[in-house]
T-cell receptor, first 114, second 115 residues
Framework: AQSVTQPDIHITVSEGASLELRCNYS??????LFWYVQSPGQGLQLLLK??????LVQGIKGFEAEFKRSQSSFNLRKPSVHWSDAAEYFC????????????FGTGTRLQVTL | DAMVIQNPRYQVTQFGKPVTLSCSQT?????MYWYQQKSSQAPKLLFH???????NEADTPDNFQSRRPNTSFCFLDIRSPGLGDAAMYLC??????????????FGDGTRLSIL
């Protein structure tokens, strides 16, 4: 069975500081990995995805993530956080063929202090 | 812009009174999903349609039903809502095809409250 672990429930960073959100997955085959962001009262917006190829993927809003197969990790990073980045971040793993069954982590809530 | 639209954004219903949530999409995706998300939790997949084929998750209560009359629309019916069904309901779509690994696109959700 596939699973995703986001070990940090809540993270607080200062505006302008760097950010890394951790994600570890368990999946029996080649995983398809995603990061989504959810602002309060909103749906989920795709930040980036990894299917294959270059293990460092670039996403929207200045985010990037690195796939490390040996560590079963797909951590999300941003070099300089903006106050508008405060939100809930979900890592998800899916199967082949359009990731028809996504398994989400429990999310990391990011708070940004000015 | 192509998008996933959920109506209404907020829905209040009475305990035991049937309620229907609506989702429409202009992406022409062949897969539509319904998720339930309770406060501070991850979204939980209830079921999905691949074209007209309905795929129910094993642990989805019978109280939850869905209809997809055409490619663009999908409905979530809750036959007898209980207090535990208060949640955000998210609709998502994706395209499934041979070698076509597209991510899911989400609507903004409907927040359901039960009185």
């Amino acid at each position: 069975a596939q699973s995703v672990t986001q070990p940090d429930i809540h993270i607080t960073v200062s505006e302008g500081a760097s950010l890394e959100l951790r994600c570890n997955y368990s999946y029996g085959a080649t995983p398809y990995l995603f990061w989504y962001v959810q602002s309060p009262g909103q749906g989920l917006q795709l930040l980036l995805k990894y299917f294959s190829g270059d293990t460092l993927v670039q996403g929207i809003k200045g985010f990037e993530a690195e796939f490390k197969r040996s560590q079963s990790s797909f951590n999300l990073r941003k070099p300089s956080v903006h106050w508008s980045d405060a939100a809930e971040y979900f890592c998800a793993v899916g199967a082949f063929r359009a990731a028809s069954k996504l398994t989400f982590g429990t999310g990391t809530r990011l708070q940004v202090t000015l | 812009d192509a998008m996933v639209i959920q109506n209404p954004r907020y829905q209040v219903t009475q305990f035991g009174k049937p309620v229907t949530l609506s989702c429409s999409q202009t992406l022409n995706h062949n897969v539509m999903y319904w998720y339930q998300q309770k406060s501070s939790q991850a979204p939980k997949l209830l079921f999905h349609y691949y074209d007209k084929d309905f795929n129910n998750e094993a642990d989805t209560p019978d109280n939850f039903q869905s209809r997809r009359p055409n490619t663009s629309f999908c409905f979530l019916d809750i036959r007898s809502p209980g207090l535990g069904d208060a949640a955000m309901y998210l609709c998502a779509t994706s395209r499934r095809g041979q070698g076509d690994n597209q991510p899911q696109h989400f609507g903004d959700g409907t927040r359901l409250s039960i009185l």
